[in-house]
Nanobody, 126 residues
Framework: VQLQASGGGLVQAGTSLRLACTSS????????????VGWFRQTPGKKREIIGATTGKGHSTYYPDSMKGQFTISRDNAKNTVYLEKNSLKAEDTAFYYCAASGRLHDVIISTPDYWGQGTQVTVSS
């Protein structure tokens, strides 16, 4: 499974963001709906942090306390895509965002997924 995050760039503070994580390599095998998918972000000099993760069918979504109420993760399995949305961006949201997938939600949450995706840079200007 190959994952690619997109939708990043230079955005203004106070605006909204929607990132997409798309998959390839599942046309002849398991579909993305068979994988839990999580979003992570990292800034230089800081530890990677998980933003949240959703189960394969999207019936359950996990957010750590530090991210609750800030981000929304959703998925459209027909498009093999998982989305990350945030309103009211702040300068501290500037980071490299990327997604990851695994057969088990737990593995994503503890940052040991089966697959890491290519990320996208988000830079918030104030």
């Amino acid at each position: 499974v190959q994952l690619q995050a997109s939708g990043g760039g230079l955005v203004q503070a106070g605006t909204s963001l929607r990132l997409a994580c798309t998959s390839s390599g599942t046309s002849s095998g398991p579909s993305l709906s068979d994988y839990a998918v999580g979003w992570f972000r990292q800034t230089p000099g800081k530890k990677r942090e998980i933003i949240g993760a959703t189960t394969g069918k999207g019936h359950s979504t996990y957010y750590p306390d530090s991210m609750k109420g800030q981000f929304t993760i959703s998925r459209d399995n027909a498009k093999n895509t998982v989305y990350l949305e945030k309103n009211s961006l702040k300068a501290e949201d500037t980071a490299f965002y990327y997604c990851a997938a695994s057969g088990r939600l737990h593995d994503v949450i503890i940052s040991t997924p089966d697959y890491w995706g290519q990320g996208t840079q988000v830079t918030v200007s104030s």
